[in-house]
């Protein structure tokens, strides 16, 4: 599978905090990590612990050019960032990506405020890799290489949040990743966002029994997930963002439940691949 062109590889797929726990094997305990392949392009969006096996994939391939694109920088999107081994090689370039703001912060002063003692030793001035920092504002599209579109779009999540379609032979996937929607009113700028995409990874935290109690905590469901992609036309559903108590046999459970009313749906664990 790993031959395919354009390739989708799920690092971490929990919401706010790891959960490592032995009820936690099937899905695995890391935190919002999604690497994409697009031809000999990596692409990375957020780096949350799931980045610490990406970071050892990377460095296993000698990949020395890749583009990170952070939907926001909640801890749990972020923590990884220190860890991703390729940013402390002098003959890596990166590009890394934000545009969430919803003030005129930028994307180096956001890296340069998380890594910054007393709460981590470890500053970005240890960073060998020729790296930029680069700032955009949704709806912009950005295309970081020939061939790859990437169109953007902001999110309800407090504090700002970013999605992105990534679109690359005829082919998109959408990363939306953290959002909160408004139960029984269509988004329609949304559903145009995300129309005929192959794959939609989406924040399902919650579900509609749930949600009414975390109103406001900035996040969806899987139905939600559900509805947006039967009405959008998505082909397939990957539920994004556990929340940290979810372990095997809940999110067991809760695939079942979704794929019996859309059977394009997955639940999103370390380790699964997708080709769009
Ligand atoms: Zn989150
Ligand atoms: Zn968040």
New binding site residues.
Partial sequence: MSEAPFLVRIWGAR??LPAPAASNTLFGSDTCSVEMRCGGHVLIFDVGSGAESLSSRLTREKVKDFDLFF??C?F??IMGLPFLKPLYDHEVTARIYAGHFEDETTCEEMVGGFMAPPYFPVTPKYFDAQIAYLNFRPPDTLTPHEGIVIRTHRLN???G?VGYRVSYLGRSVCYL??IEHTPGKTDEKLLAFLKGAEILIYDCMYNDAEFDHYRGY??STWEEGVRLCEAAGVKRLVIFHHRPGRHDEELRKIEADAQARFPGAVVGRTGLELVP
């Fill in positions: 919401g706010s939907s926001h909640h749990d999107h999540h407090p504090n949040c990743t953290d900035g996040h």
